[in-house]
């Protein structure tokens, strides 16, 4: 089984920073994408950033410049260093990883951390 349990969430205010940690644990395959994404109140789940494990990253436009993803490998640990923030990137993030394993792909979620931005 694989486990994603994230850290770093809670309440700052408009043009503050926050750190997000995931830590995964359990059967991960070497070669995977770890990512963060976020659900804001009465939105779809959206992407926020994405690493490879050879650090090639992704941004969506909404943070680039002022989100920085990263990891360690090994543990399957990935960052969210967000700067700058916005009350509009008030949401719920998750923690996600993704490989594929013996030609079938494996996604996995973890349970959420709240971040709120308040103006």
């Known amino acids: 089984q694989v486990q994603l349990v994230e850290s770093g969430g809670g309440l700052v205010q408009a043009g503050g920073s926050l750190r997000l940690s995931c830590a995964g644990s359990g059967s991960i395959f070497g070669i995977n994408t770890m990512g963060w994404y976020r659900q804001r109140p009465g939105n779809q789940r959206e992407l926020v950033a994405t690493?490879?494990?050879?650090?090639?990253?992704n941004y969506a436009d909404s943070v680039r410049g002022r989100f920085t993803i990263s990891r360690d490998n090994p543990p399957n640990t990935a960052y969210l260093q967000m700067n700058s923030l916005k009350p509009e990137d008030t949401a719920v993030y998750y923690c996600?990883?993704?490989?594929?394993?013996?030609?079938?792909?494996?996604?996995?979620w973890g349970q959420g951390t709240q971040v709120t931005v308040s103006s």
């Open positions: 996600n990883v993704n490989f594929y394993r013996l030609g079938f792909k494996e996604d996995y």
């Open positions: 690493i490879t494990r050879g650090g090639i990253t």
